[in-house]
């Protein structure tokens, strides 16, 4: 069994991102500035945002932080949230942006990502960028599933003519995921099952999986029984499950049983250290990608 080590692969690709961004500099062009807009305190978008603008310093990127205040006695106006994106689609000196979801109730998530200019959305949300993707034009492809991809290359997993099986429809994981993994060429040319809530039979489906990825956002949901040996397993949970014997009073678990799912494995992602930084790194990587299509 071998673990993927997301931590590992995460720093050498922003490493090669520091690189380019200081050779960028150096030839007289402009750092990549990436802008990242925070409504309310929800404690993991906060840690997310944190790890973001962490990110962009390693990389050499500028960055910075819009918050909005918005509780349930004083929600925060629509308005003023879609008057902050248009100001920065207007704006040269931003290369990309991204509204960290989810956003409270009242906004209307959707619009909030169609205000967004295709070329400056960095997420890859906007239908145009999703459209773009599922018919194989370039375009930023939303990060999660393409931290998954860049995994399985480093790792030089096959994928050609296997069963991939994702458990998990989501837009931002679970769809784009299919899309990439059944595209012509390397890491793609599999044969994609996407499985979901009312999917009949999930075990054995998830038994037929060479690559098995579980995005449903259910804590240690994957029990062995349901992984074939040698199977790769890409566990994209990140559910907080409180935890006294942590300072933080949490620990985040993922969707696979680890400690029970790791032996069958030829290959597993960890959590935390798996999926998640490489999420952050593609991010990083689309960036990059929108301020040289500024060049
Ligand atoms: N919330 C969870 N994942 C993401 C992400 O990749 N981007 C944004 N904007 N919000 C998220």
Same mark, same amino acid.
């Given at each position: 069994?071998?673990?993927?080590?997301?931590? =590992?692969?995460?720093? #050498?690709?922003?490493?090669?991102?520091?690189?380019?961004?200081?050779?960028?500099?150096?030839?007289?062009?402009?750092?990549?500035?990436?802008?990242?807009?925070?409504?309310?305190?929800?404690?993991?978008?906060?840690?997310?945002?944190?790890? $973001?603008?962490?990110?962009?310093?390693?990389? %050499?990127?500028?960055?910075?932080?819009?918050?909005?205040?918005?509780?349930?006695?004083?929600?925060?106006?629509?308005?003023?949230?879609?008057?902050?994106?248009?100001?920065?689609?207007?704006?040269? #000196?931003?290369?990309?942006?991204? +509204?960290?979801?989810?956003?409270?109730?009242?906004?209307?998530?959707?619009?909030?990502?169609?205000?967004?200019?295709?070329?400056?959305?960095?997420?890859?949300?906007?239908?145009?960028?999703?459209? =773009?993707?599922?018919?194989?034009?370039?375009?930023?492809?939303?990060?999660?599933?393409?931290?998954? +991809?860049?995994?399985?290359?480093?790792?030089?997993?096959?994928?050609?003519?296997?069963?991939?099986?994702?458990? %998990?429809?989501?837009?931002?994981?679970?769809?784009?995921?299919?899309?990439?993994?059944?595209?012509?060429?390397?890491?793609?040319?599999?044969?994609?099952?996407?499985?979901?809530?009312?999917?009949?039979?999930?075990?054995?489906?998830?038994?037929?999986?060479?690559?098995? +990825?579980?995005? /449903?956002?259910?804590?240690?949901?994957?029990?062995?029984?349901?992984? $074939?040996?040698?199977?790769?397993?890409?566990? +994209?949970?990140?559910?907080?499950?409180?935890?006294?014997?942590? =300072?933080?009073?949490?620990?985040?678990?993922?969707?696979?049983?680890?400690?029970?799912?790791?032996? $069958?494995?030829?290959?597993?992602?960890?959590?935390?250290?798996?999926?998640?930084?490489?999420?952050?790194?593609? /991010?990083?990587?689309?960036?990059?990608?929108?301020?040289?299509? $500024? #060049?």
């Amino acid at each position: 069994m071998n673990i993927i080590d997301g931590k =590992k692969v995460s720093a #050498d690709i922003k490493a090669e991102i520091a690189r380019e961004v200081e050779e960028r500099v150096a030839a007289g062009k402009r750092r990549p500035h990436l802008v990242a807009i925070l409504v309310g305190h929800d404690g993991g978008s906060e840690t997310y945002v944190a790890h $973001k603008v962490k990110a962009c310093e390693e990389c %050499g990127f500028k960055s910075t932080l819009i918050r909005f205040e918005s509780t349930p006695e004083a929600p925060l106006d629509p308005a003023e949230l879609m008057a902050t994106i248009e100001r920065l689609n207007a704006d040269d #000196d931003v290369d990309g942006f991204i +509204v960290q979801l989810p956003l409270p109730r009242h906004i209307d998530e959707q619009a909030v990502i169609e205000a967004i200019r295709p070329e400056k959305d960095v997420d890859g949300f906007h239908p145009v960028n999703v459209g =773009k993707q599922s018919v194989g034009l370039p375009c930023f492809h939303s990060a999660t599933p393409a931290g998954i +991809v860049e995994l399985l290359r480093r790792y030089e997993i096959p994928t050609r003519g296997k069963n991939v099986v994702i458990v %998990g429809r989501s837009n931002i994981v679970g769809k784009p995921l299919a899309a990439m993994l059944m595209q012509k060429g390397y890491p793609g040319d599999a044969t994609v099952t996407v499985c979901h809530s009312a999917t009949e039979g999930l075990a054995e489906i998830c038994r037929r999986a060479d690559i098995l +990825v579980a995005a /449903l956002g259910r804590p240690a949901f994957i029990s062995a029984d349901m992984v $074939k040996d040698g199977a790769t397993v890409i566990d +994209v949970g990140t559910t907080r499950v409180p935890d006294a014997s942590r =300072k933080s009073g949490f620990r985040l678990s993922g969707d696979v049983d680890f400690d029970a799912v790791a032996p $069958k494995c030829s290959f597993i992602t960890p959590v935390p250290g798996g999926v998640g930084p490489m999420t952050i790194c593609s /991010l990083m990587q689309n960036t990059l990608q929108a301020a040289r299509l $500024k #060049d």
